[in-house]
């Protein structure tokens, strides 16, 4: 079975701190993915991985920026945190289709 | 339009009837689509793939897909109380690949 870890469950940050929010897979996998989930917009795309180092916008990009050093692990970065980046973070990983998620990082930024 | 469209419920469906959840989207060029099941407070779980016209069946699940009417459905025969949960449709986006959700729905099994 594909496993895609989150390293944090909940996390709470202040306004203005740099947060990490960090994702490994373990089956190899080429494609990895960013998306938020807020009641009543569903799942949004912030950024995608094809390849390591590589690195493409989804459709909410602003605010956040990816690190992909190592195919395993895809790094989601918000730069200067704000009480609007409070959400739910999950992280998915692909070889072709369909995703594979991690259980998600509850984020509260106070 | 919305580019994956599904009515957000809540569904009310009785324990062992048919649910039927239905899912439109606006991308010609998508081929690949899929159901995920999601549990208050989990992640997404995926259920069915499908990439061709008709249906495809795994278990008590029915994926349904035409995509001359852009739509995709969801079956769920013998309905049980553990199937309350919001279904996400989603779609590869034809234009870029990028795989897009529906909002959801919620659906409540009546036992």
């Known amino acids: 079975d594909v496993k895609v870890t989150q390293s944090s469950r909940y996390l709470v940050k202040r306004t203005g701190e740099k947060v990490f929010l960090e994702c490994v897979q373990d089956?190899?996998?080429?494609?990895m993915f960013w998306y938020r989930q807020d009641p009543g917009l569903g799942l949004r795309l912030i950024y995608f991985?094809?390849?390591?180092?590589?690195?493409e916008k989804g459709d909410i990009p602003e605010g956040y920026s990816v690190s992909r050093e190592k195919k395993e692990r895809f790094s989601l970065i918000l730069e200067s945190a704000s009480t609007n980046q409070t959400s739910m973070y999950l992280c998915?990983?692909?070889?072709?289709?369909?995703?594979?998620f991690g259980n998600g990082t509850r984020l509260t930024v106070t | 339009q919305k580019e994956v469209e599904q009515n957000s419920g809540p569904l009310s469906v009785p324990e062992g009837a048919i649910a039927s959840l239905n899912c439109t989207y606006s991308d010609r060029g998508s081929q690949s689509f899929f159901w995920y099941r999601q549990y208050s407070g989990k992640s997404p779980e995926l259920i069915m793939s499908?990439?061709?016209?008709g249906d495809k069946e795994d278990g008590r699940f029915t994926a349904q897909l035409n995509k001359a009417s852009q739509y995709v459905s969801l079956l769920i025969r013998d309905s049980q109380p553990s199937d309350s949960a919001t279904y996400l449709c989603?779609?590869?986006?034809?234009?870029?690949?990028?795989?897009?959700f529906g909002k959801g729905t919620r659906l409540h099994i009546l036992p």
């Open positions: 089956m190899d996998h080429e494609n």
């Open positions: 998915a990983s692909s070889s072709d289709s369909p995703l594979h």
């Open positions: 499908i990439y061709s016209n």
């Open positions: 991985s094809y390849d390591v180092k590589m690195k």
């Open positions: 989603a779609v590869n986006r034809g234009r870029d690949d990028k795989i897009i």
